[in-house]
């Protein structure tokens, strides 16, 4: 598996609306589409990910860096317990594949190490801070 960072995420800001989070978590897609294709991975494969991250995507209500492990428990334990073991591990691995990459450009856009990074249910934040949307 390999990931690379390719297009600057970095911009600090006051915490955002709905609307701006949502651009923001399609951007953070697209640039998670370029840098797998940019590590060499083929097409096919690249669709399949995000298949899957749009299919949990959806099933969740929420960005995927706000999902929680009983979140996470309840989907794979009980919505996928029936699936083929094939379909589950590779959902597993794509929400694993983007983690990766969320981290790594929290790690390069704010330039801590990884031991500054908390995991806070699925999701990394940095400092055990993230940007909420404003009411």
């Known amino acids: 598996m390999s990931l690379a960072v390719v297009c600057d995420l970095c911009e ?5 609306l709905a609307e701006e989070l949502e ?4 951007d953070v897609l697209a640039r998670f589409v370029l840098a797998r294709a940019s590590a060499g991975l083929v097409d096919g494969a690249i669709r399949g990910d995000v298949r899957h991250l749009d299919q949990m995507r959806a099933r969740f209500g929420r960005p ?8 996470a428990d309840g989907y794979f334990g ?3 317990r029936d699936s083929p073991s094939g379909t589950r591990l590779a959902r597993a691995q794509a929400l694993t ?3 990766l990459f969320v981290g790594a450009v929290l790690v390069a856009c704010l330039g801590f190490g ?5 995991v806070i249910g699925l999701g990394l934040v940095a400092l055990g801070h993230r940007v909420k949307p404003s009411p």
């Open 97 to 99: 594949t983007y983690f």
């Open 12 to 16: 600090f800001r006051d915490p955002v």
């Open 114 to 118: 990884s031991a500054t990074l908390f």
């Open 64 to 71: 995927l860096w706000d999902v929680e492990p009983a979140d």
């Open 78 to 80: 009980k919505v996928l």
């Open 23 to 26: 651009q923001f978590e399609t």
